[in-house]
């Protein structure tokens, strides 16, 4: 790994509402000289159609447009590209997020199904006792949502809803994206000035 990256992440963002986050996410890794590996699903595709209003007939273009000015190192995976290394426990990985998680995606993991690269991801490093961080964006919640979270957390996986907080006083829009991604780097262990913190001076 070339010695001027701080670390190495994986970071999944899935097709529910709320892909500025995972975008966001991803930029502040890449800005403070991270290894970024990022797995898009084809609903996340969409969504960044949907909500971010992009053209993404042209994907790479959407990526470099997205990330190339950030710096550290971003590898971007095939949804069902099995052969990549984050796809086995002896690849060195300090840390896995979801962002935003959707329903479908908490199943596969809670059930082990590996039915792609990013539940696959996931699966590993649940079993080499790694950092995995799903960020579900649903509301409301049903009992097989619940039960589904409940399933990953006794096995190692950190649920960190998208919620944001108001102690903050958010007075924008990027005000509460940041505060949730925030929150997020903060149980990846990243170091961050996203938001000012309770007890700090506003």
């Known amino acids: 790994m070339n010695e001027s990256l701080r670390g190495i992440y994986t970071v999944g963002i899935t097709g529910a509402s709320g892909a500025i986050y995972g975008v966001r996410l991803v930029q502040q890794l890449l800005s403070e000289s991270y290894k970024v590996h990022l797995i898009l699903t084809e609903a996340a595709w969409r969504v960044f159609q949907e909500e971010l209003l992009l053209n993404t007939e042209e994907r790479d273009s959407v990526i470099q447009d997205l990330f190339g000015n950030y710096g550290g190192e971003l590898h971007t995976h095939h949804l069902h590209d099995y052969g990549a290394p984050i796809a086995s426990g002896s690849y060195q990985n300090d840390g896995m997020i979801i962002i935003p ?3 479908g995606t908490l199943s596969g993991i809670a059930h082990g199904a590996s039915g ?6 996931a699966d590993v490093m649940l079993k080499e006792g790694r950092k995995l961080v799903l960020v579900p964006r649903e509301t409301p919640l049903n009992q097989l949502h619940l039960e589904n979270m409940l399933r990953v957390s006794k096995v190692g996986a950190k649920i960190l809803p998208a919620m944001p907080g108001f102690y903050h006083l958010p007075k924008t829009m990027d005000d509460l994206v940041n505060f949730l991604v925030g929150k997020a780097l903060d149980s ?10 309770w007890g700090e001076e506003r």
């Open 101 to 103: 998680c959707s329903m």
């Open 188 to 197: 990846l262990g990243v170091e961050h000035e996203l938001f000012t913190r």
């Open 116 to 121: 792609n690269l990013l539940e696959r991801t």
